[in-house]
């Protein structure tokens, strides 16, 4: 679209209905300069003069993905209309039926692989570390995540460092947040090493700091995000049902949440487990208890739709400055079986968009996520919390996954001894939690855009 021809056009049009009169030609003119601002600015963003129809405007290399104005300004050039009211409401038409949705698409091939490795990052924690366990394929580290409509542009250490000077960015949930900020921290120590300047008791929540850009990180293990008494033994094994008070958020994250200027949470698997519920110092039913106590089943639904709410509520209160992502559900991968009963996740290849099939309590989860979500922007004038909508990328990844590659070398000395052993020894699969590197990776390009971007997304 040539914007100069559009202006002239414009003239014309507007030109003839004015006449002569004085007081007209004034605010003619006025339309003329308005006109001409307008003009140039579109001469100055948009500088091919054959602009396509829109959808594809975030992948032409000369504009900066990450600046909204290009966006808005490429999506108003096509729209050739009559009149200057026309133009603004036409426009706003474009801008909203443009945004791209960049949750949807597809796993594309990358030969450049991942930004770091086993050796180049020291933060991996040994069960998500396949490189070094011995995962002998390597296909999965060649995968880049491609929105339909759009490019999502790479995740730039630098620039994110720069942006978050003197800033505090909170993690906030299980080990799946856990697996997420290792990703981070990887992605960020090619640039900076990253000091880790505390940590709990059982290693679960941490602090560290980039020095250099006074940038601190934060992870704060809370399962439940609720307060909770779980009972668990060293290898992680529960010698008594969980006690959920679903009327209190856990003090561990919301203690210190004043000080946060980015926080990502998420709930997820936990609220699978059996637990007993309490509310008001009562307890009101439980989850997977049948037959104890005589207790209610209200089920997961209930507890995670509650936790959900008074987390979403405490974040949007008006004096809670923090900017906030809500991350979805994250789909495992088990097949023929789950993590307990001999279920195995080995293939080697992405799904494509259509394949794989999300399981039940997947599908539950991440719509309550969804419902709660929408309540809250309904809700709310607050306007600080978006949404990380990781769960349809991550349910087309299930070759992601340690799988039996949690530990080192897991295969090591079966073959040595008898084959008759082989059956009995039980390899414990981690079909959840994603290797690093691994597709995990691409959810930081994904927050980052939709974190600093957000009003592209909303
Ligand atoms: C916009 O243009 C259409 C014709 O293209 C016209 O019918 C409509 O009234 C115009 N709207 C405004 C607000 O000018
Ligand atoms: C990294 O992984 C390779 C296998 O890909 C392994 O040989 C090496 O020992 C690992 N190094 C570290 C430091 O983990
Ligand atoms: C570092 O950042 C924190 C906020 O995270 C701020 O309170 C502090 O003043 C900063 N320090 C310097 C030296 O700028
Ligand atoms: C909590 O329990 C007290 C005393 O039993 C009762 O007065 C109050 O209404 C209850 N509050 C809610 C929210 O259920
Ligand atoms: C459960 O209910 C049955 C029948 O109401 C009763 O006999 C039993 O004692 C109850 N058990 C517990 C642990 O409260
Ligand atoms: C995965 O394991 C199953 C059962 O052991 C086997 O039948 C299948 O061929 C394996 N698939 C791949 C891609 O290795």
């Given at each position: 679209m040539d914007t100069l021809r559009l202006l002239s056009k414009n003239m014309k049009i507007e030109g003839n209905p004015f006449g002569s009169s004085h007081q007209r030609n004034q605010f003619f003119l006025k339309f003329v300069a308005f006109f001409l601002l307008i003009g140039l600015a579109y001469r100055l963003i948009v500088t091919d003069s054959t602009v396509s129809p829109v959808p594809d405007v975030r992948t032409s290399p000369e504009s900066s993905p990450s600046d909204p104005s290009v966006l808005t300004a490429v999506a108003e050039a096509p729209a050739s209309v009559d009149s200057p009211r026309n133009i603004t409401i036409a426009s706003q038409n474009v801008v909203a039926s443009t945004k791209c949705d960049i949750f949807t698409g597809n796993w594309v091939p990358d030969p450049s692989g991942p930004v770091y490795t086993n050796v180049s990052c020291r933060h991996i924690q040994e069960h998500q570390n396949c490189l070094k366990n011995g995962r002998p394929d390597a296909n999965y580290l060649l995968w880049r995540w491609k929105p339909r409509d759009c490019d999502l542009p790479r995740f730039n250490p630098e620039q994110f460092l720069d942006k978050m000077r003197n800033k505090w960015w909170a993690f906030i949930g299980d080990s799946i947040s856990r697996n997420h900020v290792q990703s981070l921290i990887c992605i960020l120590s090619q640039v900076e090493e990253a000091e880790e300047i505390y940590h709990d008791k059982e290693y679960r929540s941490k602090i560290w700091r980039f020095p250099s850009h006074n940038f601190t990180l934060s992870v704060i293990w809370?399962?439940?995000?609720?307060k909770a008494e779980t009972f668990e033994n060293t290898e992680g094994v529960s010698f008594s049902d969980i006690q959920l008070h679903l009327d209190e958020l856990d003090h561990k994250w919301t203690d210190q949440y004043i000080n946060f200027d980015y926080v990502v949470i998420s709930g997820g698997?936990?609220?699978?487990?059996t637990s007993i519920f309490h509310e008001n110092n009562t307890i009101t039913g439980c989850h997977y208890c049948q037959g104890k106590n005589n207790l209610t089943e209200l089920g997961y639904q209930y507890s995670y739709r509650k936790a959900l709410r008074l987390v979403l509520n405490f974040v949007a209160e008006p004096n809670h400055k923090a900017q906030v992502l809500f991350r979805t559900t994250t789909p495992d991968h088990f097949e023929n079986g789950e993590w307990n009963s001999g279920g195995f996740c080995n293939r080697t290849m992405p799904f494509k968009e259509s394949e794989g099939e999300m399981k039940s309590e997947d599908v539950t989860m991440r719509d309550i996520e969804l419902e709660e979500f929408r309540t809250t922007q309904e809700e709310g004038s607050n306007s600080n919390i978006g949404l990380l909508d990781t769960t349809s990328m991550s349910l087309l990844r299930p070759d992601g996954h340690p799988g039996p590659y949690r530990y080192p070398n897991p295969f090591a000395g079966v073959k040595n001894k008898d084959q008759s052993r082989t059956h009995q020894i039980q390899i414990q699969n981690d079909c959840l939690h994603w290797c690093l590197p691994g597709p995990i990776d691409s959810w930081n390009d994904l927050m980052v855009e939709v974190m600093l971007n957000r009003e592209m997304y909303r």
């Open positions: 809370s399962p439940f995000l609720l698997k936990w609220f699978l487990k």
